[in-house]
């Protein structure tokens, strides 16, 4: 393999390290606990007397909120990382130049993914979509031999 191939393999590799840095990032930002709220409660006592107390409540994650779907929305994006980086890998050791079609599929289906979501996690998944494509671009001068 030249060194320009290994300089594009590496790259690569950098960029399927922070395409899953994107995943913890999303994970941190849906597991993470805003701060907290206070609630007025007016009780009523016997005889017609009432009290005040004021409650504070923590603020719930949208992971507490949603349980299920978070979970599967961070398995799905973890899950897509894995396949580009995959497809890289492939792509490395069989010194292929050519575009990642298993890689671009994950990539559009993350931008797919990013606009169906983009009133709620949509856009904090928006980099991980963008380096999905740039992962499946076609790697040039991969396929060189020495000679």
């Given at each position: 393999m030249t060194r320009a191939a290994k300089r594009q393999v590496a790259l690569r590799l950098v960029l399927a390290g922070c395409a899953y840095l994107?995943?913890?990032?999303?994970g941190v930002l849906l597991f993470w606990r805003p701060g907290s709220s206070t609630v007025t409660v007016e009780h009523v006592v016997t005889g017609g007397g009432t009290y005040v107390t004021h409650m504070i409540q923590p603020g719930r994650s949208v992971y507490q909120e949603n349980t299920g779907p978070?979970?599967?929305?961070?398995?799905?994006?973890?899950a897509?990382?894995?396949?580009?980086?995959?497809?890289?890998?492939?792509?490395?050791?069989?010194?292929s130049s050519a575009l990642g079609v298993t890689?671009?599929?994950v990539a559009v289906l993350a931008?797919?993914?990013c606009v169906l979501a983009m009133l709620s996690v949509g856009p904090?998944?928006?980099p991980l979509a963008a380096l999905l494509v740039v992962l499946a671009l076609p790697m040039n001068r991969l396929g060189e031999t020495v000679g």
């Open positions: 994107v995943v913890v990032a999303v978070v979970t599967v929305i961070l398995l799905v994006l973890f897509m990382a894995t396949v580009a980086t995959s497809s890289v890998v492939y792509r490395a050791v069989k010194r890689g671009m599929v931008c797919v993914f904090f998944a928006l």
